[in-house]
């Protein structure tokens, strides 16, 4: 059940974060109950409070899993079940927060280069996402080890990274079983997309990091690949 269209127990998690940051009391037993055991009376006191804190809770809206780019990396997420993943450069959560609701206790990574982001996202861990860790890093340069999760998610990020060889070189290093990747189909007028990455363009970037096997689809404006770095064809 939610409440106003929400993904309400990660906005609840992100308030009872934000208080504890910002040294706010919560009533008893707002911060102490799992997030799980909160009562939708919990959920609504705790969202009244975020508001009244400026907690920006419109980012927990639901209707992103409705997009046709992000439904169908659910899909093919849905299909192969990771145990991990890797979301690099998660933004305002377009696909982490309805891939956090679709796959709850997946160990789920978020890579980002601003600050805000992360701490926002630290947040809904320390609010009781347990499974998700927040890290500020650059792709390009990640530290984490090879093979370390699953699956990889790239989604509109490669179109604003200038080493765009470089991200896909990490990725398929991180990723123990897929990399998935969106990006825009068509020349635009965003000044922050910086490469059109074509069908033949993406082939020749994960040859170059030793992964062949991909698989190509799309929805309007939108490119989908899917590259297999394990054992799965």
């Given amino acids: 059940m939610t409440r106003g269209g929400m993904y309400e127990r990660l906005a609840a998690a992100a308030v009872r974060g934000h208080a504890a940051r910002e040294g706010l009391p919560l ?3 707002l911060g102490e109950k799992p997030l799980a055991a ?15 804190w400026g907690v920006k809770l419109y980012r927990f809206k639901r209707g992103h899993e409705d997009m ?12 192969v079940q990771p145990e991990s993943l890797l979301d690099v450069g998660s933004g305002r959560g377009v696909f982490l927060f309805p891939f956090l609701d679709a796959f709850p206790g ?33 792709i390009c340069a990640c530290p984490l080890p090879a093979k370390s999760a699953d699956v990889v998610t790239m989604l509109e990020v ?7 060889q ?12 897929y990399v998935a990747v969106t990006v825009p189909s068509r020349e635009d007028d965003n000044p922050e997309h910086i490469h ?38």
């Fill in 38 to 52: 909160l009562t939708e009376e919990d959920l609504a006191a705790l969202l009244d409070l975020g508001r009244a």
């Fill in 27 to 29: 009533p008893m037993p």
């Fill in 158 to 164: 490669l179109e604003h990274i200038p080493d765009v």
């Fill in 166 to 177: 470089a991200a896909v070189t990490a990725a398929v290093r991180i990723a123990r079983r």
């Fill in 106 to 138: 997946v160990s789920v990574t978020s890579l980002d280069l601003l600050d805000y982001r992360v701490d926002f996202l630290e947040d809904v861990r320390r609010g009781g996402v347990d499974c998700l860790t927040a890290l500020r890093a650059d």
């Fill in 196 to 233: 059109l990455l074509t069908k033949p363009v993406l082939t020749e970037l994960f040859a170059n990091a030793g992964c062949r096997r991909l698989h190509f689809g799309g929805v309007p404006g939108h490119l989908i690949v899917t590259a297999a770095t394990g054992g799965e064809a």
């Fill in 68 to 79: 046709p780019r992000v439904r169908q990396i659910l899909g093919f997420l849905r299909g």
